[in-house]
């Protein structure tokens, strides 16, 4: 869950372009920091600024020689909005990377 943590933290904290080095390039390829910075700064122009974050649910897919955990988060705003957001990640052994992501 280190990679959720990191990612998360770095949403709250507007380090959006660190966001890229999680993922894996093979299943996203595409930039996703600026995919998810315009959702975050559209959702703080009416909750105000994200400060928190806390995971609310786990869920883990076996198979294929793959381990995939999806997270279920939530954002903390200013004004006491939450609002979920999921994350996939591959925790294979050897990998610990962001697979795809839902907000």
């Known amino acids: 869950m280190n990679v959720y943590y ?8 507007d380090a959006y372009k660190k966001l890229n080095a999680y993922k894996n ?3 996203l390829p595409e930039n996703i920091s600026d995919v998810i ?6 959702w703080e122009s009416v909750y105000g ?6 995971p609310i649910a786990i869920s883990v897919f076996k198979g294929n020689n793959r381990k995939i ?3 279920k988060g939530q954002l903390l705003f200013e004004n006491g909005k939450k609002r ?3 994350i996939a990640l591959d925790k294979t052994p050897g990998k610990d990377t ?5 907000f």
């Open 98 to 102: 962001v697979i795809g992501f839902y």
């Open 69 to 71: 955990l999806q997270v």
């Open 37 to 42: 910075k315009n959702v975050i700064v559209e």
């Open 25 to 27: 390039s093979k299943d």
């Open 49 to 54: 600024k994200a400060i928190d974050f806390q």
């Open 84 to 86: 979920s957001y999921l």
């Open 6 to 13: 990191s990612f998360s933290q770095d949403i709250i904290n």
